[in-house]
């Protein structure tokens, strides 16, 4: 395991769980930065604004700067933004992702067929109206598109439902797909971070819990991939995983060794 010049970090599963750092994730962290690399945080999770992640991070002892922590609220603003600015936005999905749309300068409507476009999210007060409203929506014309499409998010006590219920609830009764999810594994927020970085792919190392957004992600953009097993993954889902990560870590700290073995890709041995 080199020293890579650019770290991209997931959080949940990954630097911390629920409101805790998870052992060592901290100190590793501060010793590549001290060593000379560069550190971007991603985030799925849009049911914070992203100033909390900020802080979050700032208070477990991490020098955050304003524009390190990306996650998928501020993706699908910025790409619904540059799609047709100033739309109005039926949404499934909670205030803070409400107030990342509004910054950008759209319009959420609770009026389903005023909707140009229906965002579906992680939404703690998911109902039958507002599963019938997005129905008729999408029904009635509007594009369909969703922040991420994680299954489940790791918390202390165990894993909680996370978008992808709502997802395949909305696309059930419409019969259509979205068309795009913006969050991980996309290319806009693999995109977004390498910007951010602003190094060469060579030199950045994709560090995550998740096989099918975080390595999946990191793999689809040429970049190499770090499996941690404080997450959400074990190491027998790694049996037939394609990609494969190419470094398997059980805790965070293991970034600093120099005699990591490289794992084979397309789900060789590991």
Known sequence: MRLFAGYIFDLDGTVYLGEDPLPGAVNAILELKRRGARCVFLSN????PVESYQQKLR???LPVANGDVINSAMITASYLAKEKKGALIYLIGEKPLADELSKAGLMVTGNPLDAEYVVVS??????????NDAMHAVLNGARLVATHADRACPMPDGLVPDAAGMIAAVEAVTGRKCEAVLGKPSAWMVDA?????R?????ILMVG??????IKMGAAAGIKTALVLTGVTRLEDLISSVPAPDFI??????????DGREV???GGDV
Not at 122 to 131: N, P, S
Not at 199 to 203: I, N, V
Not at 209 to 214: F, H, K, M, S, Y
Not at 251 to 257: F, G, K, P, T
């Open 45 to 48: 999770k849009p049911i914070e």
């Open 122 to 131: 992680w939404d703690r007060a998911f109902t039958y109206q507002k599963l």
């Open 249 to 258: 870590i059980h805790v965070l700290a293991e970034l600093l060794q120099e």
């Open 59 to 61: 208070s477990m002892g």
């Open 209 to 214: 819990d998740r096989l099918e957004t975080d």
């Open 193 to 197: 971070a390498m910007s951010r970085l």
């Open 264 to 266: 084979v890709r397309a």
């Open 199 to 203: 190094l060469p792919r060579e030199d």
